[in-house]
């Protein structure tokens, strides 16, 4: 009994934390509305099966036709005759003009009606005067319902141009943890590419999330013109929505008294890490693995892109070590999936910090990763 009270109390407690109404939400219908520097007035509202009767936009107007053009490019068709598209079919397609992926990669329609019976939810943010449609989205994420007390986010998607300069990505998250706490999760857990220092610095920093497992070759070879033809390899974010530190992390963010990590303050108890030197340097209480300031620029060449191939490889060999990991075993001979076996090693070390900075062209630069060492099970 005095456990179901204090798991009461700090359920109570996280949600109190993660209210809308402490970040500057008002209630709007069924949704949230919130002034954003720059763009006004922003409406985040919940999205699910009964929005395949709501329509998002006609194929008519400049935006609308080449969105389309572009979805037709990379194998996402639809009828020819079809002239109207429901909120959740332009969320499939919102998907595709995202991560440039094809109809293989995207959650249809007919599986995000059903996100909302997993315990997961869909929250979409647009601009009110332009509605949810190709002129006025401005970002979406949804998630998956578990039975491990675990809402599994899926997809976190922002349009290009405010990608991390408005907050859309973050404010999306803390309502996604708002209603993880109103379905009775106290925990998420998202996956991205350690490649992406954006997305590292946003989950890490922002969100103050935490990362134990790497996972080699997750979803296969993508068809995605974002990410290339390259294996999937990524981190698992694990986020503590009842974590008080979690909570005063979001709170300082939002008021705009977090300050960011920088690489001098490490100087002396850290070492850096790379595939080189990564066994001189096990045992080390903190490590600091450096990677690139911007991955899609760098690809952008020949010579960039096989510089990219390489860095991954990198990523592959110090994050396998240091963290845990999970990969396929030996692969058998033939279409034989049930011979078919992975493998996990155990790691001496976490990831618990991200260290960013951008130069006076606001380009991202000095890049890294915090690794903080375990003993017995637990972060020195």
């Known amino acids: 009994m005095e456990q179901i009270k204090k798991d ?7 949600l109190d934390a993660f209210n809308p109404k402490n970040f500057g939400f008002l209630e709007c219908g069924n949704g949230w509305v919130k002034e954003f520097p720059g763009l006004g007035e922003v409406i985040f509202s919940p999205v699910g099966w009964q929005h395949v009767n709501q329509m998002a936009f006609r194929k008519v107007g400049i935006e609308a036709s080449e969105l389309l053009e572009r979805s037709k490019s990379f194998g996402i068709i639809f009828p020819e005759d079809k002239e109207s598209f429901n909120t959740l079919e332009f969320l499939s397609l919102l998907q595709g003009e995202v991560w440039q992926m094809g109809a ?28 949810f449609s190709p002129q006025g989205w401005l970002g979406f994420v949804f998630g998956f319902g578990s039975n ?26 803390l309502l996604q943890g708002y209603e993880a706490l109103k379905n009775g999760y ?7 590419d350690p490649a992406r220092g954006l997305n ?20 296969g070879e993508l068809n995605s013109g974002l990410y290339g033809r390259v294996p999937t390899d990524r981190v698992i974010v694990e986020w503590d929505l009842t974590d008080p530190n979690v909570h005063q992390r979001i709170q ?17 108890i850290t070492a850096s890490v790379t595939a080189s030197n990564l066994q001189e340097v096990l045992g080390s209480p903190y490590l600091l693995f450096e990677i690139s300031g911007d991955i899609d620029q760098l690809t952008q060449t ?5 510089e990219a191939v390489d860095f991954r490889r990198e990523i592959r060999e110090v994050f396998s070590t240091l963290l845990d990991c999970e990969r396929v075993g030996d692969l058998p001979e033939g279409a034989y999936p049930h011979v078919l076996k992975t493998t996990f090693t155990q790691g001496g070390y976490e990831i618990t910090g991200f260290v960013s900075s951008v130069n006076e062209q606001e380009q991202r630069r000095n890049n890294y990763y915090l690794f903080q060492k375990k003993v017995n099970n637990y972060l020195i």
């Open 8 to 14: 009461s109390l700090e359920t109570q407690r996280s």
């Open 104 to 131: 293989l990669d995207i959650v249809p329609p007919n599986v995000l009606s059903i996100v909302g019976k997993t315990g997961g939810s869909i929250i979409v943010a647009y601009n009110p005067e332009l509605g």
């Open 148 to 173: 491990k007390n675990v809402l599994v986010s899926h997809m976190l998607g922002v349009r290009p141009e405010l990608r991390g300069k408005a907050d859309i990505g973050f404010y999306l998250k």
């Open 186 to 192: 106290t925990k998420m857990n998202w996956t991205f």
């Open 200 to 219: 590292a610095y946003l989950n890490l920093e922002k969100l103050r999330g935490k990362i134990r497992k790497f996972v080699i070759n997750m979803y």
């Open 252 to 268: 300082e963010v939002a008021i705009g008294t977090y300050r960011k990590k920088t690489r001098e303050e490490y100087e002396g």
């Open 302 to 306: 020949e010579e960039g892109r096989r």
